[in-house]
């Protein structure tokens, strides 16, 4: 009996897998790689969007800590291989950048990813607190689960800056009517 249910369960996730990476035109991953020197083209909408043959998946599936650290924190060259070793993209060029993935875990490598948020260094944001306040994940970066390869941020988006923040922090909370957080400078500036 339990081999039977082995055998289902891997057929399964193998099934699951090739569904979760039918691709198409994903040639825009290596491009902006290209362009932008990250070493993967990692599509963030394939991996977070929500369409048909999308994965779905929740920002901290990836970004781990960041309902409990300063940092939100990248993926180990592990945690993206142990779902790429059964997982294989559909298309020549997913098939591509799954070897690069795979290369960096051959040679014990992390992979040197090209930081695109950042605030400044004299002022701090700690994930953890916006995270536990509830705040999604998109309310700063954007919608990423729409994007491909990250690039750069969008100007127009005109986060990352002191008086966006400022003004977030102002918004009345929807139940006391009060400012939602301090805009004390020492909230921001330790």
């Known amino acids: 009996m339990k081999t039977h249910w082995l055998i289902g369960g891997l057929a399964g ?3 699951l ?3 979760a990476f039918v691709q198409g035109g994903d040639t825009e991953g290596a491009e902006a790689a290209a362009e932008t020197g990250q070493p993967i083209g990692f599509l963030h909408n394939q991996h977070a969007g929500a369409e048909p043959g999308q994965n779905n998946m929740n920002c ?4 781990f800590s960041a309902e409990r650290s300063v940092d ?3 993926p180990s060259v592990a945690s993206c291989w142990g779902c790429h070793q059964v ?5 020549e ?3 591509t950048e799954i070897a690069r993935l795979r290369g960096y875990w051959e040679r014990g490598e992390p992979i040197p990813w090209r ?3 950042k605030i400044s260094d004299h002022a701090h944001f700690p994930h953890m607190r916006h995270v536990n306040a509830g ?3 998109q309310q700063c970066h954007g919608e990423v689960q729409t994007m491909g390869v990250l690039v750069e941020r969008d100007p127009a988006w005109g986060g990352n800056n002191m008086g966006w923040c400022i003004e977030c922090h102002r918004q009345p909370d929807p139940v006391t009517g009060e400012a939602q957080a301090s805009v004390d400078c020492s909230v921001c500036h330790y």
């Open 13 to 15: 996730v193998f099934a």
């Open 17 to 19: 897998g090739a569904l």
């Open 60 to 63: 901290q599936y990836c970004h």
């Open 72 to 74: 939100a924190g990248i």
């Open 87 to 91: 997982v294989a993209g559909q298309t």
């Open 93 to 95: 060029q997913a098939q």
């Open 115 to 117: 930081r695109i948020y």
């Open 135 to 137: 705040l999604e994940c």
